[in-house]
T-cell receptor, first 114, second 112 residues
Framework: KAGVTQTPRYLIKTRGQQVTLSCSPI?????VSWYQQTPGQGLQFLFE???????NKGNFPGRFSGRQFSNSRSEMNVSTLELGDSALYLC?????????????FGDGTRLSIL | AQSVTQLGSHVSVSEGALVLLRCNYS??????LFWYVQYPNQGLQLLLK??????LVKGINGFEAEFKKSETSFHLTKPSAHMSDAAEYFC??????????FGQGTTLQVKP
């Protein structure tokens, strides 16, 4: 069974630009979550989608947004990029929602802002 | 609110020695707890999970963790470290909204 696939793996952007990251979950998984990982802040939750609906949102500015498609694939968009947005963005999928559901992670997209 | 504290940002052991990575949690409801491992330039891989079925949980790669409610702990152990175990390890608690709350991570160094 294929794992969670994130594209692209690496991305370089400049301040003010916008970026879209993509995540394909494990087949059959309907929940997709996004996390930001930085050396200073660690792993922080961005948002979670289930059946094309955002269920939870972390404490990030409105520049960060996402969506989920009917095939459970998800995209995350960051507009007006800032230097502090440089991070590893991880996508995770799970069969359903609930705190007992293990989440399976992709290898992430490393975003660098110049 | 739920939280996780990992004691020790860096742990160094010799190859063949016991690995002990500490995790304490705070939760107002029965917690669901997880350990993940991250190798360089990769995502997080699930090592094991505690979902109240048994207090001693066995995971992959010879790791296990014991849930101790009285100590609010979920420490990760491995009897004999291998060079390939060098990585960063994260303890996490499943929140009541479904998202994972992670500790700050512990980097495990294995010396030959």
């Amino acid at each position: 069974k294929a794992g969670v696939t994130q594209t692209p793996r690496y991305l370089i952007k400049t301040r003010g630009q916008q970026v879209t990251l993509s995540c394909s979950p494990i087949s059959g998984h309907r929940s997709v979550s996004w996390y930001q990982q930085t050396p200073g802040q660690g792993l922080q939750f961005l948002f979670e989608y289930f059946s094309e609906t955002q269920r939870n949102k972390g404490n990030f500015p409105g520049r960060f947004s996402g969506r989920q498609f009917s095939n459970s694939r998800s995209e995350m968009n960051v507009s007006t990029l800032e230097l502090g947005d440089s991070a590893l963005y991880l996508c995770a999928s799970s069969l359903g929602v609930g705190s007992n559901q293990p989440q399976h992670f992709g290898d992430g997209t490393r975003l660098s802002i110049l | 609110a739920q939280s996780v504290t990992q004691l020790g940002s860096h742990v160094s052991v010799s190859e063949g020695a016991l690995v002990l990575l500490r995790c304490n949690y705070s939760s107002s409801v029965p917690p669901y707890l997880f350990w993940y491992v991250q190798y360089p330039n990769q995502g997080l891989q699930l090592l094991l999970k505690y979902t109240s079925a048994a207090t001693l949980v066995k995971g992959i790669n010879g790791f296990e963790a014991e849930f101790k409610k009285s100590e609010t702990s979920f420490h990760l152990t491995k009897p004999s470290a291998h060079m390939s175990d060098a990585a960063e390890y994260f303890c996490a608690v499943g929140s009541n909204t479904g998202k994972l709350i992670f500790g700050q991570g512990t980097t495990l160094q294995v010396k030959p």
